[in-house]
């Protein structure tokens, strides 16, 4: 098996095989481009997105900057999605974020980990988790989103948070480590 098909399984693999790199920079090339891009140049972000990312729904937005280590080429988006500046996605695995999701400023979504023997890291190696984003989800500023999480649908993070683990659907959780809250009721509605 390939150091490529190894990264693509979740299997700890040597990020550092020239074989990936091949495949990855040019798009971190392309990613620097995006990045060059003038704020009223929307057309430019929307042609970079449909291009690069895995997947990219309509009437998506990204405020620059914007950091990924694949160039976004993991990241999938679905409809209505709006990306404040900032955000760093360490998109080694795939980011899946579904319809109407708001990511406030300075948020880190990160499918990378390394293993905890010190000599795999010393080598380079690393595994990757997927990271699920439902529909209708809110994450505030500053937060950050390790590897393998899956956040429901409705849900809001607060700004800050670590998520660290699963958040289930129609919650509001906050905290380092992020903890559920309270669940959305109707009354929020009346907000």
């Known amino acids: 098996m390939t150091e490529f098909e190894r990264m693509e399984k979740g299997l700890l693999y040597d990020c550092n095989d020239q074989d990936i790199l091949k495949v990855q920079l040019p798009f971190v090339e392309k990613h620097w481009d995006f990045n060059q891009l003038r704020p009223t140049d929307f057309d430019g972000k929307q042609a970079f997105m449909k291009e690069v990312f895995a997947e990219c729904g309509e009437n998506c937005y990204i405020e620059l900057p914007f950091r990924a280590n694949w160039g976004g080429a993991h ?6 999605v709006f990306i404040n500046f900032n955000l760093t996605a360490v998109d080694d695995g795939h980011i899946y974020i579904g319809d109407k ?6 948020v880190t979504l990160t499918t990378a ?13 690393q595994f990757n988790k997927d990271i699920h984003i439902g529909n209708n989800v809110w994450i505030g500023a500053g937060a ?3 590897p393998g999480v899956t956040i429901g649908e409705n849900s809001v993070i607060g700004a800050g948070s670590v998520v660290t683990r699963d958040i289930p659907a129609n919650v509001v959780a906050v905290g380092n480590p992020c903890r559920v809250m ?8 009346e907000r």
Request: proline share 8%; hydrophobic share 40%; charged share 30%.
């Open 75 to 80: 990241l999938h988006l679905g409809n209505d």
């Open 101 to 106: 999701v708001l990511i406030a400023p300075n």
């Open 113 to 125: 980990a390394h293993p905890v023997d010190p000599e795999l890291r010393a080598k380079g190696m």
């Open 182 to 189: 309270r669940e959305i009721g109707e009354e929020e509605q």
């Open 144 to 146: 950050i989103v390790l």
